[in-house]
């Protein structure tokens, strides 16, 4: 969700900053500007991120591309003082942003609350309100129920079978038939419930726990889609332009 919001920020015009974990779990990993951490930079639908090393370097992009910095406890904020914090970690509970970080704090999903937390909320559940601006109350509870695809819901989201490090011998991107195997965790296997494309994997080399979530198959088979920023991000990322303006906040 966090990419389709900077994707959207960016081509509107905004400077924008990202703050990454060192190691981040990517599942959509080619719509993910987080894997920037391993590569570098990478582009998500023409537009570019860049690993920053120091703060210093984060002044010099001019806005021709996304820094992205490594900084998983958020230290940065207080010496960058951004007009807008933007918490899309996704943590789904109770979190520990507050609504003094910034002029405006805007937070994904559950576990914000507009007027305690953040001073404006964006509801992440699918359903008539997702992408909706709440600026009294709280989102949704995480219901963990993923979005059907001509008619496949929980059978297309692929799961660790076991707690352990993650291989797979497929790419993101690659058509597959129900029963073919996607990778292991230690010496389990793990078999394609669904026939379609692999929309999403985790990293070789990931340490998994049972049952977490390491990759999803699109039924629709179709491999430009795994490019491509989701329906739902997008409309989240639509929600956060409406807390800007809602704001009065502007580019300039």
């Known amino acids: 969700m966090a990419s389709g919001v900077i994707h959207r920020l960016f081509t509107e015009g ?27 930079e990478t582009k998500v639908e023409n537009v570019t991120a860049k690993l920053v090393m120091t703060e210093d370097l984060i002044n010099d992009f001019a806005g021709n591309y996304v820094p992205l910095v490594i900084d998983p406890e ?80 929980a059978e297309r989201v692929l799961r660790a079978p076991g707690t352990g490090v993650f291989h797979s011998s497929v790419r993101i991107a690659d058509s597959i038939t129900a029963g073919t195997i996607i990778g292991r965790v230690g010496s389990t296997e793990l078999s394609a419930p669904i026939s379609g494309v692999v929309r999403g994997l985790l990293r070789n080399g990931n ?14 088979n179709d491999p430009e889609l795994c490019a491509v920023i989701s329906d739902k991000a997008k409309a989240i990322a639509q929600g956060v332009i409406e807390a800007l303006t809602a704001f009065n906040f502007s580019r300039q």
């Open 14 to 40: 905004y400077w924008v900053i990202a703050l990454e974990q060192p190691d981040p779990t990517c599942v959509r990993r080619l719509v993910c500007f987080a894997e920037a951490v391993f590569d570098s």
């Open 74 to 153: 958020g230290k940065l904020i207080s010496s960058l003082k951004p007009a807008v914090l933007i918490d899309a970690r996704m943590l789904k509970r109770a979190n520990d942003c507050s609504a003094d970080m910034a002029p405006i704090v805007i937070g994904l999903g559950p576990g914000f609350s507009a007027g305690r937390n953040s001073h404006a909320v964006i509801e992440t559940n699918r359903g008539p309100d997702l992408g909706k601006l709440i600026l009294n109350g709280e989102a949704e509870p995480h219901t963990g129920i993923p979005a059907t695809v001509q008619g496949v819901g």
């Open 207 to 220: 340490n998994v726990t049972n049952g977490q979530k390491i990759g999803d198959i699109d039924p629709r």
